[in-house]
């Protein structure tokens, strides 16, 4: 295929040039030259890349494409689909890795030639990595010939970040173009149930390595809970979607996990995984699933004698107690399965005998209730059941470990998607597993009200059944109890009195300002300030939009490698002025030394003045007018986006500026302490009623 067909939207026009969409209908409608439609439809048009390439250059809104940009754009405008055309890349990117040699050979002819000898190199490639059975087919030299251009951008790309890179850039902008077509499992939750499907102990706790050996994931959906298995000699995958199966086990190919120096087998295979198991004979150390959810089609007619029905037939309706009963028996005797549940599996009816079951006889070690917004359905605190196969002559054991993170201040992070402190949750669900799940403990596990406790197995065999963990841990002592009630108390008092002294003065009334204006658009032409769009992609804690708007302090995690991010991270340095892009209002922020260093997150802009021409005190409180955000604001059909470009500053002498941005920084020390007093006094009524009803307060 030549590069001229490749076709690109207006979403990929916004991206190539780093504005909006409506900036791009905006040129169409301006601009009689702008490129024509080649394809699409009315609502959705599509364009010549190549055309739309030229067009923003003549009009200097292009340097250059980046590379990986361009490889995106010809991927997504492949005419047989973005999917089979990242199934081709990352063939491609294989051979790549495990033969340089051969693929240099290869690609220095002509594009028909390269399309007629790659499938032979590409099935040795393949054979290698997947043996038999594989679920990557071999392409065919006519469906390789539309890719090859593709196929050569894409090695480019990887001799500039690596194949992995590569594979995982494109793979995560696919994941990202179609969020309603993938069940994701976050790299955070991945993580967190490979740690508890092998706990991570003493010196391998520090080197972060783990020590599971053959591991499956029946339901491998993207491969994350398979990528997040740290040092495997086998790993085994079940995907009912072709594609993404064929997509996973390239993503795991071109993982780098293995055992020392050598790489894992890998064996991913298709098909419904409950009606049609591909390896009936594997008892494995380890298995991770993340399963699909309330499904009543999963085979409960046909499966009613299976062998794996082990504690009991499950409902019609209990298709998720038919995962956790296919993942035990697949594991050998003390092997560990951990598997993601919604909370009703935990308390429906239909499902308690299995339940009880399971109890009974050890299979169930441990309950962990998540925060809402852990993996979709985000609106929900799901579960994780961590489950051990039973060995012959081991007796049953007698607790489970319920562990509650669903409040925020269990993990001690703020909850929500996007908002989740992952290693915050993470070290409260490993620090009450670890010492439970300790070899030969004797001792009880310390109870954390609130959080975890070790319960005896009898007191949950009652008719219910119940494992939902809020219904069997002790509630956390009001506010602290009494004496901490009392600390809020005075810290409150403290911040009234403080408020009151930061409270303006009166105002004084003048005339309306007859002042010469600009806008931050010229600012930055001029050179008096530097305007960036946060991309979240950094080592460190990330400012994001919640935190802007909350005047809180950056909570947010650095995005998963996978995630499809442009440029470098943009650390934050005192003086810097942040806006939000996305309903934010009358708002910036101005980073003080306690949030330098922190990554900007997406959906902020940051505008970083020139000290020696704009004071930021000055620039931030005058982009909070209300007029001035209100002529800045665009409305889409959800959403108010805000074009900082947009926003005026009045043209005054450094000094003015310096008066001015003294009153701005008054009233945010007056703001923030009206915010702190909030949030003391909810404390402390909160507090009042749980300890008055729970008997920790007494009345007066």
Not at 46 to 72: H, I, M, T, Y
Not at 266 to 276: I, K, S
Not at 307 to 331: D, I, M
Not at 384 to 397: D, F, K, S, T, Y
Request: aromatic letters at 4%; one cysteine or more.
């Amino acid at each position: 295929m030549p590069d001229d067909s490749t076709e690109v939207t207006a979403a990929g026009i916004a991206r190539l040039a780093g504005v909006g969409r409506a900036a791009v209908s905006n040129w169409r409608r301006r601009h009689a030259d702008f490129p024509k439609p080649v394809g699409g439809t009315e609502a959705s048009p599509s364009f010549a890349l190549p055309e739309v390439e030229q067009w923003l250059r003549d009009q200097g809104k292009l340097a250059e494409v980046p590379l990986r940009e361009r490889v995106w754009q010809q991927l997504a405008g492949h005419p047989d689909g973005t999917v089979t055309a990242l199934i081709h890349a990352g063939c491609a990117l294989l051979l790549v890795r495990d033969r340089p040699t051969a693929w240099l050979e290869i690609t220095a002819v002509s594009d028909s030639r390269m399309a007629g000898v790659l499938p032979a190199a590409l099935d040795h490639v393949l054979d290698d990595c997947f043996g038999p059975g594989r679920a990557v087919p071999t392409p065919t030299a006519s469906a390789l010939l539309p890719s090859v251009p593709l196929l050569r951008a894409a090695a480019e790309l990887a001799a500039d970040t690596g194949a992995r890179q590569a594979f995982d850039f494109l793979f995560g902008r696919q994941l990202d173009a179609n969020p309603r077509q993938y069940t994701l499992t976050p790299p955070g939750l991945a993580e967190l149930m490979a740690d508890l499907a092998e706990p991570v102990r003493d010196a391998a706790r520090k080197s972060g390595r783990r020590s599971s050996r053959t591991v499956l994931d029946p339901a491998a959906g993207t491969g994350a809970l398979l990528c997040a298995v740290g040092s495997p000699t086998a790993l085994y995958a079940q995907e009912a979607d072709p594609d993404l199966a064929a997509l996973t086990a390239l993503r795991l190919a071109l993982h780098p996990t293995g055992s020392g120096t050598g790489r894992p087998a890998l064996a991913v295979r298709t098909g419904d995984t409950l009606r049609a198991d591909a390896f009936p004979e594997l008892t494995a150390d380890a298995v991770l699933c993340h399963p699909p959810f309330n499904e009543r089609n999963w085979g409960h007619d046909e499966l009613a004698y299976d062998p794996r029905w082990e504690y009991g037939f499950p409902a019609r309706t209990e298709s998720e107690l038919a995962w956790v009963q296919h993942a035990l028996a697949h594991l050998r005797e003390g092997g560990t399965a951990v598997v993601l549940m919604p909370p009703a599996a935990a308390s429906r009816r239909s499902g308690r005998r299995i339940r009880a079951d399971l109890l009974r006889r050890g299979a169930l070690r441990a309950v962990v209730a998540l925060p809402a917004g852990a993996a979709p359905p985000y609106g929900i605190p799901l579960h994780i059941w961590v489950l051990r196969r039973p060995g012959a002559e081991q007796p049953p054991a007698p607790e489970l470990l319920l562990v509650d993170t669903a409040e925020p201040e269990a993990a001690g992070a703020p909850s929500g998607r996007d908002r989740l402190d992952w290693p915050a949750v993470r070290r409260a669900v490993l620090d009450a597993w670890v010492p439970f799940d300790a070899p030969g403990r004797r001792e009880p596990v310390e109870e954390r009200p609130g959080t975890s406790r070790a319960v005896p197995v009898i007191e949950l065999l009652d008719d219910d059944v119940d494992l939902a963990p809020a219904r069997h841990l002790p509630p956390p002592a009001a506010g602290g109890g009494a004496a901490e009630l009392v600390r809020v108390r005075e810290r409150l008092d403290d911040t009234l009195k403080l408020t009151a002294r930061l409270i303006p003065p009166p105002a004084l009334s003048g005339e309306p300002a007859r002042r010469p204006f600009t806008t931050v658009g010229e600012l930055a032409r001029a050179g008096a300030l530097h305007l960036r769009t946060g991309n979240g992609a950094g080592t460190g804690p990330v400012l994001t939009e919640h935190d802007v708007l909350a005047g809180a302090a950056p909570s947010g995690t650095p995005l998963p490698p996978t995630a499809s991010t442009d440029g470098e991270p943009l650390l934050l340095e005192p003086g810097d002025v942040i806006v939000p892009v996305l309903g934010g209002g009358s708002v910036a922020r101005v980073v003080d030394d306690a949030t330098a260093g922190a990554v900007l997150g997406r959906n902020l802009q940051l505008l970083r003045p020139d000290p020696a021409a704009l004071d930021p005190w000055f620039l931030a409180g005058f982009l909070r007018g209300t007029a001035n955000n209100r002529q800045a604001s665009s409305y889409a059909s959800t959403a108010t986006r805000l074009d900082a470009r947009r926003l005026q500053v009045p043209r005054l002498p450094l000094s003015e500026q310096r008066r001015y941005g003294e009153q701005f920084s008054a009233l945010a020390a007056f703001e923030e302490a009206l915010r702190a007093a909030g949030r003391l006094g909810g404390q402390l009524v909160r507090g009042m009623y749980d300890g008055l009803t729970d008997g920790t307060v007494a009345p007066e």
